[in-house]
């Protein structure tokens, strides 16, 4: 078990506890929280969980992570519990086995099943129920005045944005401001976000990038009298608590793959790092997985990271047909770096990795960028491998996937899905052992991306997008009133006085 939390950043021992860790969001030395061990499985242990349903496995999973005196069992059970019971699938997220017609051993898995159709549901169904769970703990008769509050404030390109809405709409005691580019994600998303009337509820449209967005966020979280001030609480990735959620999908697709062992590839659309590094936990519990497989857009820092061994900040941001994924600066990132220093150049020292990757960014910070040892992405590449894939591979792989599927027939793939696809055929075509099972991340419906779709896609005669694919419940957002607060300038000063404007109005 590993219910004790360290900042990347730090070189002192001092740790937090799981609750302190989910609150705070991110160390006030500007690190990410990560366990202070991972905690390992044996393979009974996998036999057991091979077999349990995917409440039962989240159960089992965050136990590890969370001490029963911070959250009782039975409190848990129920957190989970409540937290599924939003998704349209019995299942939470079902495997589509070889769905693309073309590869027996090419399996979808389908996050999209929540409340927002897109893979941040499931932690973020479970981070909302969480933060009520703490606050109703905290604010237990106390009155009005002195009651605990906490004011969540989280970037977004698209996605995480209406799951933390949708996960936090009128909870008592919790103000949701959320910051996304201006004209960089799709109607939908925007729809999704923006039409939702909750009081407790406010999103920034910022002239920006989703960069720039993500910056504002942690200077928020970096300004001590601010954050004191309004107790901000942080529904990125950087929360611990949304990458242990987004771990029990990775083991319950490889139960459902393969059973209890075989040899696995998870291919996963990467953008800020956080659904690849759930499965990176998962790895290092024990799962034995072969190889993580982080498929990029055109934005590509990972990849070229991967092959270089330069990570560098850019603000040349393309604009790609998978918009969730035009991200520079992948925050998680973060949490992979202290591993990898950890175990190559601070030779297993916890402090030691601290103090390196505290060096890393501060470069980052001056220089705009940071090299590291070949030793560290040798260390790394015994876990990842990478893939480009450019938007003329997105279209052209929604068009093959929609022809070749049978079972269902005219399978259709969202954009940043298709980025995984794709780099999962070409990792086919490399590896040619058919001996592996490759799992593509879903990470989202395609209805939440109709220009993309309809460009791969309009030209089939019998397709129809308001009839194949946009489900009722989104289609009819587009009749809401919309709620939004225009930023003309990405300045934290700015966003700053907006929120505390805002908090006003709400009354908390
Ligand atoms: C649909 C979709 N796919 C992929 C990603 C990339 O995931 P991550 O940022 O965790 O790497 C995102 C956003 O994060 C997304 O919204
Ligand atoms: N693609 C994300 C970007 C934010 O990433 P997060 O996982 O750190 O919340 C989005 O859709 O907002």
Known sequence: M???????????????????????????????????????????????????SFQDLAFEIMKLYISDKEIPDSDLKELIKRSYSTFRSEDVTPLAKNVTGE??????????????????????????NLFEYFLQRANKDLPQEQRKKITVVGATSGDTGSAAIYGL?????????????????????????????????????VKGTFDNCQDIVKAIFGDKEF???????????????????????YFYAYFQAVGASGKVKFVV?????????????????????????IATNENDILDRFLKSGVYERSDDVAATLSPAMDILISSNFERLLWYLARDTLANGNDLEAGKIVREWFTE?????KFVVDSAVIQTALKDFESERVSNSETTSTIKEVYATSKSP?????????????????????????????????????????????????????????????LPAELKKLSTLEKKIKLVDRADI?????IIDEEMQKMGL
């Open 269 to 293: 659309p990467s953008g800020n790092f956080g659904d690849i590094l759930a499965g990176y936990y998962a790895k290092k519990m024990g799962l034995s997985v072969e190889k993580l497989v």
């Open 103 to 128: 590869h027996e051993n090419l399996h979808v898995l389908e996050l999209f099943h929540g409340p927002t159709y897109a893979f941040k549901d499931v932690a973020l169904q479970f981070v909302g």
């Open 227 to 249: 954050n004191e001030r309004h107790n901000v609480g942080a529904v990125n990735s950087i929360n611990w608590a949304r990458i242990l959620a987004q771990m029990t999908y």
């Open 169 to 205: 709409r009128g909870k008592k005691d919790v103000a949701v401001f959320i910051l996304y580019p201006t004209g960089r994600i799709s109607p939908i998303q925007e729809e999704q976000m923006t039409t939702v009337g909750d009081k407790n509820v406010q999103t920034l449209s």
């Open 409 to 469: 027939k005219n399978y259709i793939l969202d954009p940043h899905t298709a980025v995984g696809v794709c780099a999962t055929k070409r990792q086919i075509l490399k590896d040619n052992d058919s001996s592996i099972n490759y799992i593509s991340l879903s990470t989202a419906h395609p209805a939440k991306f109709a220009d993309a779709v309809n460009e791969a896609l309009s030209s089939f005669p019998e397709y129809s997008f308001e009839k194949d694919v």
């Open 364 to 368: 980052l910070k001056a220089d705009g």
């Open 493 to 497: 000063e700015l966003v700053k006085s």
């Open 2 to 52: 590993s219910t004790s939390y360290r900042s990347t950043r730090s070189s002192e021992q001092s740790t937090k506890t799981f609750e302190e860790a989910v609150i705070q969001g991110l160390a006030t030395d500007g690190g990410l929280f990560i366990p202070s061990e991972i905690p390992t499985i044996d393979q009974k242990i996998i036999e057991r969980w091979s077999k349990l």
